[in-house]
């Protein structure tokens, strides 16, 4: 099993309505061969630890081709640039387990 963890930073513009357009939006990328498992949401941390990240998604992958076939993805590229406007950073982190 791979899990793709992705943190996005939105823009200070960015409003509260076009976040929750934003989780849905990459809701839709749940239903592309490969993944096991996904979820997306906002942060609702009080840790204070958050450095800024608003939204997070997970991403289970049954095996390692199965995220690299994902990432040149044509369904993955064009759900991003939706919604890619938006980010002021990203961060990414894949591990196997």
């Known amino acids: 099993m791979v899990e793709h963890l992705v943190l996005f930073k939105l823009k200070e513009t960015t409003t509260d309505p076009?976040?929750?357009q934003i989780v849905r939006t990459l809701q839709e990328l749940a239903s592309m061969e490969g993944i096991v498992e996904m979820s997306v949401g906002l942060n609702h941390s009080r840790e204070g630890k958050s450095k800024g990240f608003e939204v997070g998604m997970r991403i289970a992958f049954e095996n390692l081709e199965a995220l690299n076939a994902y990432l040149?993805?044509?369904k993955h590229r064009s759900t991003v640039d939706k919604v890619r406007e938006h980010f002021a950073d990203v961060m990414v982190l894949d591990?196997?387990?």
Do not use: D, F, L, M
Request: no cysteine; proline share 11%; net charge negative.
């Open 18 to 20: 076009q976040k929750e």
């Open 72 to 74: 040149p993805h044509e």
């Open 95 to 97: 591990y196997t387990w």
